[in-house]
């Protein structure tokens, strides 16, 4: 009876460790001991983690890192008036960069043309004014709608004044400065402004008193 007792549970405890796969982690050895087979999976992870770290630092914008060519805007300053005592026509490419939601700057160049028709002495004159000029320009946006700029610029100004029955009766080439500030508002990618060119020279390609301009961004 003894024995048929002592084969039933050797038969019951071989069939509960046979129900157990063996794994070469369940050997229970120490850290270092080259059958220790975690240490080289943790070696793996551990590499495989630095690796992914350095992707993740290398694929983020670092902050304030410069030069961003999705915040250049192209613009242009056009204005056109024709009647018969006055004409005036003026072309004004320009390149900025968005800095941010509150400033914009950049700088640009410039075309003017205008006449101007005067009676004097009984003689009607006209006055012929052509201008190229350079330019830089900020923009300031101190609410979504609202807009203040400042453009200093510097314009060459070739002149002549012609009298309908005495002909050519002068002519003036001259460098001629001008400080334009503005104010007005932001409409989409427009900008409805009024202007005043706080120099004032007498040879100015601009009017002498506030006059109205438009410009548009893109």
């Not at 203040?148 to 009298?163: A, D, H």
């Amino acid at each position: 009876m003894k024995q048929i007792l002592l084969g039933i549970f050797l038969s019951i405890t071989l069939f509960a460790f046979s129900q157990e796969p063996f794994r070469y982690d369940t050997i229970f050895v120490t850290p270092d001991d080259a059958r220790n087979i975690h240490r080289y999976q943790n070696k793996q992870t551990t590499t495989v983690q630095n690796q992914q770290d350095v992707q993740s630092q290398q694929s983020k914008p670092m902050p304030g890192s410069g030069f961003d060519a999705k915040n250049l805007r192209y613009g242009l300053n056009l204005g056109m008036h024709f009647s018969d005592n006055y004409s005036l026509f003026r072309l004004a490419p320009q390149v900025g960069y968005q800095f941010n939601r509150y400033l914009m700057a950049g700088a640009g160049v410039s075309y003017y043309y205008s006449k101007n028709r005067i009676y004097h002495q009984q003689e009607r004159v006209s006055l012929y004014n052509n201008s190229l000029g350079a330019n830089l320009f900020g923009y300031f946006y101190p609410s979504r709608m609202l807009v203040v700029s400042v453009q200093p610029e510097l314009n060459y100004v070739w002149s002549n004044y012609k009298g309908d029955l005495s002909g050519e009766l002068d002519k003036a080439n001259v460098l001629v400065p001008s400080f334009v500030v503005g104010a007005g508002l932001r409409l989409g990618p427009a900008h409805a402004m009024l202007y005043y060119d706080l120099v004032q020279d007498v040879n100015s390609p601009y009017s002498s008193g506030i006059f109205y301009g438009m410009s548009v961004y893109f």
